[in-house]
């Protein structure tokens, strides 16, 4: 592919995406709601019997823009609910995390009956892990801060266990 070609092909991409912040933009004046959307190369959605799927690939624009108590996150197929956290087994003991969407630190609130030792690990969405640390003798009510500013934007997941693993909780923050 030559230069002019892929320039030309790059202006259009361009072109494309601000008109999308420039609608969204006057869509959060207006108070207009936009439906999800999608710049990729590929993707498709189907659906049977109750079962819906939908996906993408190579998605070009990711960004997370904020202006006030408006963020606007692009890219990435996001669906319409987003689950704060997935129950693996019964557990006696919660969490807590804030804020979320988080910007330099995050705090984690421990809700447990008594004192416990967790694991708490850092995904990013491909899975890999960024950070795994063990915190020692959690009481009920105790509150760990972490810091996110050396993280991008964008979602991690958040994995918090108990040192056997039999318990589990599995939360999505979103970093800007």
Do not use: C
Not at 81 to 107: C, M, R, S, T
Not at 113 to 118: C, K, N, V
Not at 140 to 168: A, K
């Amino acid at each position: 592919m030559k230069f002019e070609e892929i320039l030309k092909k790059m202006k259009r991409y361009i072109a494309f995406f601000a008109a999308i912040v420039f609608t969204t933009q006057i869509a959060f004046n207006q108070g207009i709601e936009l439906s999800p959307t999608v710049i990729a190369s590929a993707g498709n959605y189907s659906e049977a019997g109750g079962i819906s799927l939908s996906w993408t690939l190579g998605e070009i624009a990711v960004t997370t823009l904020q202006q006030g108590d408006l963020i606007l996150t692009q890219g990435f197929q996001q669906s319409y609910l987003l689950p704060d956290g997935i129950d693996l087994d019964p557990i006696d003991w919660q969490i807590i995390a804030y804020p979320n969407p988080v910007k330099d630190e995050l705090k984690i609130q421990f809700n447990v009956l008594e004192p416990t030792h967790f694991w708490v690990e850092i995904q990013d969405v491909t899975g890999r892990i960024l950070s795994q640390k063990q915190y020692k003798e959690i009481h009920p009510g105790d509150i760990i801060p972490i810091s996110m500013s050396s993280y991008r934007y964008g979602v991690y997941f958040f994995r918090v266990y108990t040192p056997d693993r039999q318990q589990m909780r599995v939360i999505s923050i979103r970093k800007i």
